[in-house]
T-cell receptor, first 113, second 112 residues
């Protein structure tokens, strides 16, 4: 069966520090991969999605970036965090052209101080 | 651009009553409509979905109805229980892309 792993689960970072969140999917090949952000008490904002290795589409201009170095690995990064980057970050995958279920990782809660 | 509107943003019901949450989408070519439940501090999880070739789908106490003409779909929860308290999100795909757009969420509180 397919599983999705995301880490770290929580982190507290100072403003201006770098960020790296990692997500891996097991049990499937060539998944579509997504990064969403959820501010406290708010909805899900799509940040990036990827349909293949090295293919990244950005939805929102910001100081975050994403990379997909391997088929089932998706990384969210920042060189310098802002206070506004705080939130709950969710990695997700789907196996089809957005006509099937979107499976979420357990999330990473980022607090920028 | 395409969007999904969800109402209400909060909903309180007495235990045992029914709850209905409605979403309206703009992309007339969308053909898949999931509903997710998110408990506090946890990831969203799919509870039910419907495809555009059917008008209704039921799974025990939850059901989803779809009106393609009006471009809206609704989540129905009957005989609500305290454990149904959570935030519920609807979503719809943007046709021809790999993207899903989510509604803004409904915080459901079931009062014992």
């Amino acid at each position: 069966s397919q599983t999705i792993h995301q880490w770290p689960a929580t982190l507290v970072q100072p403003v201006g520090s770098p960020l790296s969140l990692e997500c891996t999917v097991e049990g499937t090949s060539n998944p579509n991969l997504y990064w969403y952000r959820q501010a406290a008490g708010r909805g899900l904002q799509l940040l990036f999605y990827s349909v293949g290795i090295g293919q990244i589409s950005s939805e929102v201009p910001q100081n975050l970036s994403a990379s997909r170095p391997q088929d089932r690995q998706f990384i969210l990064s920042s060189k310098k965090l802002l206070l506004s980057d705080s939130g709950f970050y969710l990695c997700a995958w789907s196996g089809q052209l957005n006509t099937g279920e979107l499976f979420f990782g357990e999330g990473s809660r980022l607090t920028v101080l | 651009g395409e969007n999904v509107e969800q109402h209400p943003s909060t909903l309180s019901v007495q235990e045992g009553d029914s709850a209905v949450i409605k979403c309206t989408y703009s992309d007339s070519a969308s053909n898949y409509f999931p509903w997710y439940k998110q408990e506090l501090g946890k990831r969203p999880q799919l509870i039910i979905d419907i495809r555009s070739n059917v008008g209704e789908k039921k799974d025990q106490r939850i059901a989803v109805t779809l009106n393609k003409t009006a471009k809206h779909f609704s989540l129905h929860i009957t005989e609500t229980q305290p454990e149904d308290s959570a935030v519920y999100f609807c979503a719809a795909p943007i046709s021809g892309t790999y993207k899903y757009i989510f509604g803004t969420g409904t915080r459901l509180k079931v009062l014992a």
